[in-house]
């Protein structure tokens, strides 16, 4: 049985947690009706803290991380694939409770799985990854409520980060006006080239949030969480929406009930992992055709599997920009 790399988290019997490369072979893998070469996959925050330990995402020992991967199938016994079929995963306790796509080869269940869509390479399929697809979801949220760039401005939180680059370029792209919140002010040219219209210091949210303030902007897609979305919920226009996906910043959300019920503002959660084929399908067909790759290859840095271990330690320190695509070949 031929044996592939895999970066392993694992722990000792007194829950002292390392990181390391290692060979494994198929027989290490877990159950699944499909299996996998995996081609790329990608370092995501959730990753990030798998490998730290920084918080305790890890939920069965030893883990592989990676919450994505795209490959090629070897064998499959789940009819809607078959050998050959070039796939993409997202989610699904993958990186987590099973092992994840920063190894050769991965087995998983067929309905965790789409087919890649035609003309989007693995490399591509990654450099958005499940930022990308993050963002998207976000995006078709507040459609969904009713939302156009005519409403008024959108704000992105986070807007250096994986999930708010890709959600920068989508909404500039659909005609929004783009307000991008980082706590970078060295990252202003690489926001605006992604298609944000004004860059906002992260400063200027991170305090207490009054329980209404000026409204500013009539959606936003945030993926830090804590005070930053509250001040958010507390500047959002009559009638408007916040799509939730993330909590860098931290679980908690000191709010009051003010935004809800005196100005009507919704609250949109993102459920990135556990989303029915057809609406993962049709996310990744309206990424595969309608983001700038040009746009997407600058926000890209591609390393080999042997660098995602630090590349996992620095997003988890707030340090990385844009996407980082794991090559695993």
């Known amino acids: 049985m031929s044996a592939f790399d895999a970066v392993v988290v694992s722990r000792d019997e007194e829950k002292r947690q390392s990181v390391a490369l290692a060979r494994l072979t198929e027989a290490d893998l877990m159950e699944g009706d499909v299996t996998v070469r995996v081609t790329h996959s990608t370092v995501n925050y959730k990753d990030g803290l798998a490998v730290t330990g920084k918080l305790p995402v890890v939920r069965r020992w030893p883990m592989v991380p990676g919450v994505d991967f795209t490959g090629e199938v070897i064998s499959s016994s789940d009819p809607y694939f078959a050998p050959g079929d070039a796939v993409i995963l997202n989610g699904w306790g993958v990186g987590e409770a099973h092992l994840g796509g920063w190894a050769g080869i991965a087995r998983v269940k067929g309905d965790w799985l789409i087919r890649r869509p035609a003309g989007l390479t ?3 399929a990654m ?18 409520h009713g939302l156009t760039p005519a409403s008024g401005p959108a704000v992105v939180t986070g807007a250096a980060g994986g999930v708010g680059s890709v959600a920068v370029m989508l909404l500039a792209a659909a005609g929004w006006h783009v307000a991008a919140v980082t706590g970078r002010p060295s990252e202003a040219d690489y926001l605006t080239g992604l298609g944000a ?3 906002v210091d992260r400063a200027e949210l991170s305090g207490p949030a009054k329980p209404l303030a000026r409204e500013r902007w009539a959606a936003g897609v945030d993926n830090v969480g804590s005070h930053i979305l ?3 919920l507390s500047m959002i226009k009559a009638e408007g929406a916040v799509a939730a996906c993330g909590n860098a910043m931290g679980m908690d959300l000191p709010t009051s009930v003010a935004p ?6 919704s609250l949109l959660g993102i459920n990135s992992v556990s989303v029915p084929r057809a609406k993962r399908e049709t996310a990744w067909t309206r990424l595969a055709t309608g983001l700038d790759r040009t746009k997407l290859a600058a926000m890209t840095t ?13 997003i988890a320190e707030g340090k990385v920009r844009g996407r980082t695509v794991v090559e695993i070949g």
């Not at 499940?130 to 976000?138: H, N, P, Q, V």
Request: overall charge negative.
């Open 122 to 124: 693995g490399a591509e």
């Open 127 to 144: 450099a958005i990854g499940t930022a990308g697809y993050t963002a998207m979801l976000s995006l078709m949220a507040l459609e969904a």
């Open 197 to 199: 219209a004004e860059i």
């Open 230 to 232: 509250a001040n958010v």
């Open 260 to 265: 809800f019920i005196l100005r009507g503002v």
């Open 302 to 314: 591609t390393i080999p599997l042997s660098g995602a271990i630090d590349a996992g330690r620095a």
